[in-house]
């Protein structure tokens, strides 16, 4: 007897939705035993709190659950980026998406929180999470997505790596601080 296939749902949300809440805080213990003697706890919840909810609601950003039969298990966001951005000016693939100082000169999509719960790793789901915020960000008229993932998470360089997009900084190079990607979108007019 085999065990029946979960449901598996898409729920655009907000960041006060309380299903919202055990992925972040799962999300910042990860944080800190992967960043433990660089970042504290204290530090790292402060960062994920940095950014004010509105931020990742309509009409700039959103924030999605996958649900598996009615349980957050993966999530993301996206916020509008407007501050400096990261990265090496020669690695660029294209020259107008950010001007001298690093700030995007175009409409730009900030990916943030991209998380699947520890008991179900390793079945797709963070990639099903960026393909929902990249269809939602092109809804919304975004040509393109800028995001940061940490050195001591390799899992998240070769999810964005497999799903199209562009290192701005050196992949060969021992990585120190925030590694920076981008990716342009198809979008309609």
């Known amino acids: 007897m085999t065990a029946p296939n979960p449901t598996l749902t898409v729920r655009w949300t907000a960041l006060s939705d309380p299903l919202v809440r ?27 709190e940095h950014y004010p909810a509105h931020e990742f609601a309509d009409p ?10 009615g349980v957050p298990v993966a999530g993301g966001a996206f916020r509008r980026r407007v501050e400096p951005e990261l990265g090496d000016a020669d690695r660029r693939p294209r020259s107008d998406g950010r001007d001298e100082a690093g700030v995007p000169t175009v409409p730009t999509a900030e990916l943030k929180r991209i ?5 179900h790793r390793r079945r797709g789901l963070a990639s099903r999470v960026v393909v929902e915020l990249e269809q939602r960000a092109a809804t919304l008229g975004y040509p393109r997505l ?44």
């Open 146 to 189: 800028y995001l940061t993932t940490g050195p001591r998470q390799p899992e998240a360089v070769g999810l964005y790596l497999r799903t199209g997009y562009t290192p701005l900084f050196d992949p060969a190079a021992e990585a120190t601080g925030p590694l920076p990607f981008e990716k342009w979108l198809e979008v309609a007019p």
């Open 115 to 119: 998380w699947t719960h520890h008991a």
């Open 60 to 69: 700039d950003g959103g924030l999605v659950l996958l649900l598996e039969d």
């Open 22 to 48: 055990p992925l972040l805080d799962e999300l910042a213990y990860e944080y800190a035993t992967r960043y433990q003697g660089i970042l504290a706890v204290d530090e790292i919840r402060a960062e994920m």
